[in-house]
């Protein structure tokens, strides 16, 4: 069973988000998406101070089964990514919601949450797909 950390953000896409100060959050890919790539070999991130809009892909992450894009679920400014993917990808499986984080992100604004899941809603949306 997937793990679903109450008080995040959540896509259908499967990338979570985090609150951060101000209008900043975190994201990365759930626990439920690692599973089903398997064992993560390769992870590409959007560059500090690219401009995303939600819904673009991003970058993607590369596993022994296959290669999937990382859809940004927010709009706003890169503002940091986690360089530690660079030569520990696999941080994504063993701590996707800690050390797996993946970019950080300035809001364009705080609308940007409204159309996303809560882990409530996230556990419902996945249980039929595991």
């Known amino acids: 069973m997937s793990e679903i950390k109450s008080g995040l953000y ?3 896409e499967h990338e979570w988000v985090e609150k951060l100060d101000g209008n900043k959050v ?11 790539l398997g064992d993560i070999v390769f992870v590409e991130l959007p560059s500090e101070g690219d401009e995303i809009h939600a819904g673009d892909s991003t ?9 999937s894009d990382i ?5 706003g400014i890169v503002i940091a990514v986690n360089s ?3 030569d520990s990808p696999e941080l994504v499986n063993s701590d996707p919601y800690g050390k797996g984080w ?3 992100v300035e809001l364009n604004s705080e609308d940007s949450l409204a159309g996303l899941m809560n882990a409530d809603e996230y556990r419902e ?3 039929g797909e595991e």
Not at 71 to 75: G, I, L, N, R, T
């Open 102 to 104: 993946m970019f950080e």
């Open 71 to 75: 859809y940004s679920p927010v709009s």
């Open 125 to 127: 949306f996945t249980d």
């Open 84 to 86: 530690e993917l660079d």
């Open 26 to 36: 975190r994201i990365g890919i759930t626990h439920f998406a690692q599973n089903q």
């Open 10 to 12: 959540y896509s259908k």
């Open 59 to 67: 970058g993607s992450v590369e596993s022994v089964k296959t290669v």
